[in-house]
């Protein structure tokens, strides 16, 4: 019945009984723009002390750690028994490294200086102290990155017939078709830049590549400067004598840098003018994001918008060729506003990661044998050419995969394929962090929504420089009918989980799939890492939780299966670690094992210690960045730390328990750093099929054993590689011993 039109309305506001009474004022909704709407931090964690007079120093420095894990990769390239190419590829590898290194954290640690909010590390060192250290060592490893390179693969390049050459040891022939070359392809593309009151100093964008040229006006006697840009959209590295000529042995093969044909024309871009002189620097800027999120109407918007200032990032390294002018240096140090301890003069040619062309040749004697990954066991029993039914297999038994030595296409692209063209699926929720432009994963969503099913993806388009392909696959996604969801504020969605809702009989069964990697088909083929399918209906009703949690308002979500950060990882972890310490004190089975990316947060660390000093063996497989001191007498003498680094990126993560002969075995997303445990949603399953526990308790074995080719930590942060025994003889490489194991000859001894 409509209101009587003298009816007086009621102005009185709402008694106060701790809802929201909207009534007809829109306005009275309020927008969620902080993280606790949708997630709480975790509880602040109230831990005892370590025993002793132990301070800052039982930590190592985090940023010379970084750089002692890029010495290690550096030392592969070293190695004269491993595969030439690989050894060039492992030098690119560094290269690259750095560079991100330079652009996040001596960038970062820049910016905190400047703006007076640095603060002492956890080890006890003051900012500058920082800076001084890193600088120290940065110099020194890039250094022997160079030398390296010309002192011990380019010799072994020559002795293959593949040699990079200069200008002047070419042919007539071949500077004539080099000519034509960059005439047609090159040329247009290049955009001289001058230098004088009408033309100030040009920007240089970050990592690209540069030549600092100086000409005569021949009429007025002037000297001028001016800066030509190296195309980075073409091959820097160019075959003088096809592409075909580095596959066949003892054929010779020669490359020229790109910047030395430019070099060699640039008459042609200044015409009239005489070349005196010219000289490549590169530079490197800040170039990790900014977004103000809660700030940000849209975040979409505002992370497009960072993206453009990106490039615009104040510079934090500057490498030249050692050969190069100091009136040129002055110029471009004074030019930049760069200090004279952020130069590193190099020999030519400077960025490493150029080298792709070459190491791409095929040449299958010079480098890793061809791995082709094999079906996981857990899926098909038997080596056929027949695509298992992921989803029968999943009912009759959780499936573990370990790739890339099981196969990502055959499991999990399989999985969400087969969901996708399954009529009896009803719905699938998908996080994206990092994956290719042109992924099956997308497809399959994308195909999935076409279908009428139900699809959400959660993408992280915050995902460290991948955010412009991200944001692109993304808006693809909306496009075709997903429902896009971009993570949570303050947040990075850094979990790997797919849910499948299945219509089977009169019920709906979920299907779950948690991994320690990306969804990304091209990466999971060299990155070592883990993942389950399973259909056990508490985990599966954990996923779901988290989902929701993550596309709606669920802040107190509470799990039985799942460790998930920010709210319950850290101390999860440190209860399993605690009750270790309890078991070891009561005579029962106590033991730690851990696999991770990266061990830096104090309390886990501190944690860590406490277990050792009652007693519990606690045993640490790291690939890059290790903050734990091993060994020290009081504190670390039952903790041991290794590394093993080799053509797959060690990328897995386990957390193994005793449990008094009863083990706990969690795998997932998160490393045991600050911004995994703090600002990332990061998630960790309990393995609960006792072969599948076995397996991962297995690896530990292998990892930590005396005869696997290994580094170990000593407590003073220095690595030593180990790589053969007491004779001579080379040890098991780790990564060698997986990928015989999947051979069906092999399956069951592993």
């Not at 007076?116 to 920082?130: H, I």
């Not at 432009?437 to 420089?465: C, H, N, T, W, Y």
């Not at 009863?662 to 911004?675: L, Q, T, W």
């Amino acid at each position: 019945m409509a209101p009587h039109p003298h009816t007086k309305k009621n102005t009185e506001p709402a008694p106060m009984t701790g809802l929201i009474h909207i009534g007809n004022d829109i306005s009275k909704i309020e927008r969620a723009d902080t993280r606790a709407d949708r997630i709480e931090a975790g509880e602040k964690l109230d831990l005892p002390n370590i025993e002793g007079d132990f301070g800052a120093e039982r930590f190592l420095d985090r940023e010379s750690s970084w750089l002692d894990f890029n010495s290690r990769v550096l030392e592969l390239a070293e190695d004269p028994d491993l595969y030439l190419l690989e050894r060039l590829n492992f030098l690119s590898i560094v290269a690259s490294n750095l560079d991100e290194f330079f652009m996040v954290r001596v960038a970062g640690l820049k910016r905190r200086i400047a703006t007076g909010l640095a603060v002492p590390s956890a080890a006890g060192l003051s900012p500058d102290e920082q800076m001084e250290a890193i600088s120290t060592a940065a110099h020194s490893l890039q250094k022997r990155h160079a030398q390296v390179f010309h002192e011990q693969v380019l010799p072994e390049l020559k002795k293959q017939n593949i040699h990079i050459v200069g200008w002047d040891d070419l042919d007539a022939d071949a500077k004539t078709r080099l000519r034509q070359e960059f005439l047609r392809d090159i040329f247009p593309i290049l955009t001289p830049l001058a230098v004088d009151p009408a033309h100030p100093f040009p920007y240089i964008s970050g990592l690209s590549l540069n030549l600092a040229v100086l000409v005569r006006n021949p009429q007025t006697g002037k000297e001028l400067f001016a800066r030509v840009k190296v195309p980075d959209q073409l091959d820097r590295m160019i075959s003088v004598d096809g592409p075909r000529a580095a596959n066949t042995t003892g054929k010779e093969s020669r490359y020229i840098p790109l910047e030395v044909i430019i070099a060699e024309h640039l008459d042609t871009l200044f015409p009239g003018m005489e070349v005196v002189e010219h000289h490549v620097f590169r530079v490197t800027r800040n170039e990790d994001l900014e977004v103000e999120e809660d700030d940000a109407e849209n975040l979409l918007q505002a992370l497009e918008k960072e993206l453009l200032r990106r490039r615009f990032g104040p510079p934090v390294r500057l490498e030249v060729e050692d050969t190069i002018n100091p009136t040129i240096l002055d110029l471009l140090i004074s030019e930049l506003n760069i200090d004279d301890s952020e130069v590193y003069k190099l020999p030519a040619p400077l960025d490493l990661r150029g080298m792709g062309a070459i190491v791409r040749a095929n040449r299958p004697a010079l480098h890793y044998p061809k791995h082709i990954a094999h079906t996981s066991r857990w899926l098909n029993a038997a080596e056929t050419a027949k695509e298992a039914d992921v989803f029968a297999a999943t009912r009759d038994h959780d499936v573990l995969l370990h790739h890339p030595y099981d196969s990502f296409a055959t499991s999990v692209q399989a999985f969400l394929a087969q969901a996708a063209a399954d009529p009896k699926v009803q719905a699938i929720k998908q996080t994206l962090y990092r994956t290719s432009g042109d992924s099956p994963i997308v497809d399959a969503l994308i195909e999935a929504a076409e279908a009428g099913k139900q699809v959400v993806a959660l993408v992280e388009i915050k995902a460290r420089f991948d955010e412009e392909a991200n944001i692109s696959w993304a808006r693809k996604l909306e496009r075709a009918g997903v429902h896009v969801v971009y993570g949570l504020v303050g947040l990075k969605t850094h979990c790997k989980l797919s849910l499948v809702v299945r219509r089977e009989g009169n019920q709906l069964r979920r299907y779950a799939h948690i991994g320690t990697g990306n969804y990304h088909p091209s990466t999971a083929r060299f990155y070592e890492d883990l993942g389950i399918i399973t259909c056990d209906e508490q985990i599966c009703e954990d996923v779901s939780r988290l989902f929701n949690q993550l596309s709606g308002y669920a802040p107190k979500t509470t799990y039985k299966s799942l460790l998930v950060a920010p709210r319950s990882l850290r101390s999860g972890l440190i209860e399993c670690i605690n009750r270790e310490i309890e078991n070891h004190k009561a005579g029962k089975e106590a033991r730690i094992q851990i696999k991770c990316n990266s061990m830096v947060d104090e309390a886990i660390i501190d944690s860590l210690y406490r277990a050792s000093q009652a007693g519990v063996p606690v045993d640490v497989v790291v690939r890059g960045i290790c903050a734990l001191r091993p060994g020290v007498p009081g504190l670390s003498e039952n903790i041991r730390v290794r590394s093993v680094l080799g053509r797959f990126l060690e990328h897995s993560r386990i957390f193994a328990f005793e449990n008094a002969g009863e083990p706990i075995v969690y795998i997932g997303s998160a490393d045991m750093m600050h911004r995994n445990l703090d600002r990332r949603i990061e998630a960790l399953v309990r393995v609960k099929d006792p072969r599948h526990i076995k397996y991962l308790l297995d690896m530990f074995t292998v990892y930590m054993s005396d005869e696997s080719r290994t580094w170990h930590l000593s407590g003073d942060g220095t690595w030593k590689r180990f790589d053969t025994d007491a004779d001579g003889n080379p040890l098991r490489d780790v990564q060698s011993y997986y990928l015989r194991s999947r051979s069906r000859k092999n399956h069951d001894k592993i």
